[in-house]
Nanobody
């Protein structure tokens, strides 16, 4: 079992930056791919970014590439999402998620943190 707790959401203006953090506890962090997803009101949850334990080839959604950066601190079992140049369309509840490297679906989810970007 893996427990995930997000923090760092808030209300910002267009163009501002925010950093989300996710603390993971439980089973071996090094066997999990960590990701960030988001869900805006009335929309389906969508992938934002993901990073493996080794940190190679981080993946990003086209909508955030170049503005968001996912990073991991494997010693502290944390994963972060640095969000720059935020836009109103980035407004959503952001979720941290984890999946074993052998699985295709994310198994564990945090409770979510709200990010609101005002125009």
């Amino acid at each position: 079992q893996v427990q995930l707790v997000e923090s760092g959401g808030g209300l910002v203006q267009t163009g501002a930056s925010l950093r989300l953090s996710c603390a993971a506890s439980g089973r071996s962090f090094n066997t999990y791919i960590m990701g960030w997803f988001r869900q805006a009101p009335g929309k389906e949850r969508e992938f934002v970014a993901a990073r493996s334990y080794a940190g190679t080839m981080p993946m990003y959604a086209d909508s955030v590439r170049g503005r968001f950066t996912i990073s991991r601190d494997n010693a502290k079992n944390t994963v972060s999402l640095q969000m720059n140049n935020l836009k109103p369309e980035d407004t959503a509840v952001y979720y941290c998620a984890a999946r074993n490297v052998a699985r295709r679906e994310y198994e564990y989810w945090g409770q979510g943190t709200q990010v609101t970007v005002s125009s």
